[in-house]
């Protein structure tokens, strides 16, 4: 592997290809897969797909007159992979926060381009929202997080209104976990052989179409009013995407905090967060409580 990295990134040899392909799949195994809540989940649908459907999670304290506020979680797995099972101890840190907390299925390549994915996490923003009473939520406070291809996505119902209308305007704020495709033609430009490979097939080479599912270039007023942007330090690209996303929207008029994360990796950021004492458990943790 250590030659491999010698090689240019576009003259890889296909012997390097194939061992940079198998260090990506052990990575991807070694990977937030299993779920170690104590929480008891309520599965939801929000469409007709058998992948279009949430999972949420109530505090056992008293429901506040207007409900519980609520994070919305949507996984990442590059556009391809994952499950709204990967939560780790995420929804106990939620629910012991008084926060609900919701996971979302969503369909993934190649049966759904990045486009239906993004209309799929609008949805069920917008079922747990036209449905909050009965659900016990309070619509006025829900929370968008995601991590890697969830934080692009995240990002992208934030900031371009064709995705929840005039909801996204109501959302009280947007979590970002250590996404890199904030602006996807950039990435593309800057990225490794794996990220192309991984790029390609979510954002096509079309410039169009990867301006259309760049955050970046949406943010624009209006977006979401309130943004925690989190990123791996040591991350060159998630360093530079997700300061040019947070300049973008404090220049729009949103309030924007940005914070690289030291001692963490791309999946510890995510599979981490609601473990005590952490910087990201620590920067959710005063973000909520802001809100």
């Not at 995601?146 to 692009?152: I, K, M, N, V």
């Not at 220049?251 to 967060?273: C, P």
């Amino acid at each position: 592997m250590r030659e491999c990295l010698r090689e240019k990134k576009d003259q890889l040899s296909q012997p390097c290809k194939g061992e940079m392909m198998q260090a990506m799949a052990r990575r991807m195994q070694q990977s937030d897969t299993s779920t170690e809540t104590t929480a008891r989940a309520r599965t939801i649908a929000y469409g007709s797909n058998g992948a279009q459907k949430l999972d949420l999670y109530l505090p056992e304290s008293a429901r506040p007159a207007r409900g519980y506020p609520i994070a919305v979680f949507v996984h990442g797995g590059g556009w391809s992979k994952g499950s709204k099972d990967m939560v780790q101890q995420k929804p106990d840190f939620f629910n012991a926060q008084g926060w609900a907390f919701a996971s979302v299925g969503y369909r993934l390549l190649p049966e759904a381009p990045v486009e239906q994915q993004a209309a799929d996490v609008a949805a069920a923003v917008a079922r747990l929202k036209r449905d909050a009473a009965t659900l016990g939520i309070d619509a006025s406070r829900i929370v968008l997080m995601g991590h890697s291809a969830g934080a692009h996505l995240s990002a992208l119902v934030g900031t371009d209104p064709q995705w929840l209308g005039s909801n996204m305007t109501d959302l009280a704020g947007i979590i970002l976990l250590d996404g890199a495709a904030y602006d996807v033609a950039e990435q593309m430009r800057q990225g490794s052989f794996m990220t192309k490979r991984t790029y390609e097939p979510a954002f096509g080479t079309e410039p169009a179409r990867q301006a259309r599912l760049s955050p970046t270039l949406h943010a624009a007023a209006p977006n979401a009013p309130r943004w925690l942007i989190l990123y791996v330090s040591r991350r060159a690209d998630a360093t530079a995407q997700s300061n040019a996303l947070g300049r973008a929207l404090q220049q729009a008029g949103a309030k924007v905090q940005l914070e690289g994360v030291d001692g963490e990796s791309h999946m510890t950021i995510n599979r981490e967060l609601g473990v005590p004492d952490n910087p990201q458990t620590r920067s959710v943790e005063a973000f909520l409580k802001s809100l």
